[in-house]
């Protein structure tokens, strides 16, 4: 099944700046989705990137704050932009495989002060 | 949209004890599938189980589907098997493998 990395794996930010995490998968999908999960929290569907096209956001989430490239169709990224404190989250990266499996990267864990 | 309820919320177990998790769901599904986080946060997909019964070493799920619910067995627990435990779903009348996830059972196994 495909391999997801993601970068960085974990960083610490100051309120107001932006971070840019990479998704990069080992071979071409369709289907790549980015999730959040807050402290203690469950998953949160914030989009699903779509190559050659403007993603699709989820109810609550909006483009202005995470953008969202597709390239191609073995790498994404998303930005959090103008952070503040309740951005502290885990951003995860996930894919459709081959059998209709979601798999997901390793996360990346993102601290706002 | 689709509601997806995992119980227990917590479950303490002794090493080598079984258990049964549970994961209720809202509207008839195309997608369901389970997940473990373990204690550094990587999630692994354990079954994609929209309907029937799939087993995988200790571990096996069941999906009644018309009944709106499924079933994760844990067998002769080890402490690895730490971590919490997600059911996810897509209904049939979402967008394609657009998961909702439940809010996880967090299971620790004690030595």
């Known amino acids: 099944s495909a391999v997801i990395s993601q970068k960085p794996s974990r960083d610490i930010c100051q309120r107001g700046t932006s971070l840019t995490i990479q998704c990069q998968v080992d071979s071409q999908v369709t289907m790549m989705f980015w999730y959040r999960q807050q402290p203690g929290q469950s998953l949160t569907l914030i989009a699903t990137?779509?190559?050659?096209?403007?993603?699709?956001?989820e109810s609550g989430f909006v483009i202005d704050k995470f953008p969202i490239s597709r390239p191609n169709l073995t790498f994404s990224t998303l930005t959090v932009s103008n952070m503040s404190p309740e951005d502290s989250s885990i951003y995860l990266c996930?894919?459709?495989?081959?059998?209709?499996?979601?798999?997901f990267g390793p996360g990346t864990r993102l601290l706002v002060l | 949209g689709i509601q997806v309820e995992q119980s227990p919320p917590d479950l303490i177990l002794q090493e080598g004890a079984n258990s049964t998790l549970r994961c209720n769901f809202s509207d008839s599904v195309n997608n369901l599938q389970w997940f473990h986080q373990n204690p550094w946060g990587q999630l692994i997909n354990l079954f994609y189980?929209?309907?029937g019964t799939k087993q995988n070493g200790r571990l096996s799920a069941t999906t009644v589907a018309t009944e709106r619910y499924s079933l994760l067995y844990i067998s002769s627990s080890q402490t690895t098997d730490s971590g919490v435990y997600f059911c996810?779903?897509?209904?049939?009348?979402?967008?394609?493998?657009?998961?909702?996830f439940g809010k996880g059972t967090k299971l620790s196994v004690i030595p």
């Open positions: 996810a779903a897509e209904s049939s009348g979402a967008g394609s493998y657009q998961l909702t």
């Open positions: 996930s894919v459709k495989t081959s059998g209709s499996k979601i798999n």
């Open positions: 189980i929209p309907s």
């Open positions: 990137a779509n190559q050659g096209s403007e993603a699709t956001y």
